[in-house]
């Protein structure tokens, strides 16, 4: 597996570091769970990295020296050769493959080569897409829409999250040559499964009987925490609280940080909203827990990990009606959906949350019913069966 631009250890929740890592680490970990070899490259972003991290018996993480180890995102694609020739040594000496698995276009760049250097089966998992992106008014270079063309032109198959993702990628590009993979993401179900919300309360050091909402991602314009922000000062309940969890993302990360305060202050809900920095992955459950609701207002989301964890937690997600979203959330059975990312209609599908407890634990209660259908070794199984017939398949050749 590649996974050039960001490491599967990395802390989720800010800087590159989302749901991408998540789905990397807990695939290559059930795909070892099942007996395969799993080998993830990643660049070097630091001195103290090892070589090699045997992460547990089956997998394995190497660390690519490529470049200066803070070199920002926008220059990776300077260093493209650099980590293609070394996870080419390295697969050639070290950690023989049967199948190269890319993740994020860049890393479909490198598999790309990889596949004809080594006549490997190729497999992409494209996580965000320039062209979905762009319709959710954040716009991509030229460079990366030719670059996405490119790997969809030979991939022998492209893993969507969901059905929905697949209609939107043949409605923006077209069927490809290969074929197309539903592997959904997942849940691990041993950290994320409903508790007790005092008690998560208390551990949290936040008061039982207010509304609590809560917002978990990488701070950024595309995540929309600022309509988290508006919906908490359109919901008129001045003892209710907005927590914020996550790190700034992206080059607009930091402004988008500091524009939340900013509009917090103006809406005069400052004293409402707390920040909290990125948390490790198994804490999370309990910030879950201690919610009346999570807000997930993206503008664009090929997934959205957090609503599904909410879920799994047995916490109604009122979210925005775009990508996985309109997948993972029945509007008025597990939680709401809102058209056009209005900051009203936000507020009015929290207050039939926080206004109605027996609803909303209704609500909660089909959630974590319905997130059990998600298992990361049900993904795995997926590829496992994916990568079987990829493997003896014809190929698809682009004539490079
Ligand atoms: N996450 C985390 N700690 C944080 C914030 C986020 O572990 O403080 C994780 C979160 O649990 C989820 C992932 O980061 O698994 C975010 O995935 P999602 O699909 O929601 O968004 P993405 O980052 O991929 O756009």
């Known amino acids: 597996m590649l996974s050039l631009h960001t490491s599967p250890l990395a802390q989720p929740g800010s800087g590159d570091s989302g749901g991408l890592n998540v789905y990397v680490r807990e695939v290559a970990s059930a795909l070892a769970h099942a007996g395969l070899e799993c080998t993830t490259f990643t660049r070097r972003t630091r001195a103290d990295q090892p070589d090699v991290l045997q992460v547990e018996p089956g997998y394995r ?10 070199l920002p995102k926008e220059a990776l694609p300077s260093v493209l050769g650099e980590f293609g020739d070394a996870v080419i040594d390295h697969v050639k000496n070290d950690f023989p493959a049967d199948i190269v698995h890319a993740n994020y276009f860049l890393s479909g760049l490198v598999a790309h ?12 998992t494209f996580h965000t897409l320039a062209k979905v992106k762009a319709e959710g008014g954040d716009v991509e270079s030229q460079w990366r829409h030719d670059a996405e063309a490119e790997i969809v032109g030979c991939a022998d198959a492209i893993c969507v999250n969901c059905s929905e993702e697949e209609h939107q990628f043949r409605r923006l590009y077209g069927n490809p040559p290969g074929r197309i993979e539903i592997v959904s993401p997942a849940v691990e179900h041993a950290f994320f499964a409903p508790g007790d919300r005092g008690g ?3 551990a949290l050091e936040l008061p039982e009987d207010v509304p609590v909402l809560l917002f978990v991602g990488r701070i950024q314009p595309l995540k929309g925490p600022d309509v988290a922000v508006q919906a908490l000062a ?17 080059v607009e990360g930091e402004a988008e940080m500091a524009h939340l305060h900013r509009l917090a202050a103006d809406l005069g809900v400052s004293g409402q909203v707390r920040f909290a920095p990125p948390q490790p992955h198994h804490i999370l459950s309990t910030y879950y827990r201690a919610a009346d609701a999570v807000v997930v207002p993206s503008r664009s989301e090929s997934f959205g990990l957090v609503a599904l964890e909410a879920s799994a937690c047995g916490v109604p997600v009122v979210a925005s009606a775009v990508g996985g979203l309109l997948t993972l959330v029945d509007h008025g059975e597990t939680g709401y959906l809102v058209p056009d990312r209005d900051p009203d209609l936000f507020a009015h599908y929290l207050r039939e949350i926080v206004d109605h407890p027996g609803h909303a634990a209704a609500l909660g209660r089909r959630a974590a019913e319905r997130a059990t259908r998600y298992t990361w070794s049900f993904a795995a199984a997926r590829l496992r069966r994916l990568y079987t017939d990829v493997g003896v398949r014809q190929q698809v050749s682009c004539g490079a």
Request: hydrophobic share 50%; net charge neutral.
């Open 61 to 70: 993480v190497v660390h690519v020296d490529a470049g200066a180890h803070d």
């Open 113 to 124: 080569r990889i596949k004809h250097e080594l006549e490997l089966p190729f497999v992409t």
């Open 200 to 202: 998560a309360r208390r």
């Open 234 to 250: 359109a919901l008129g309940r001045p003892d209710a609280l907005l927590l914020v969890v996550g790190g700034a993302s992206g």
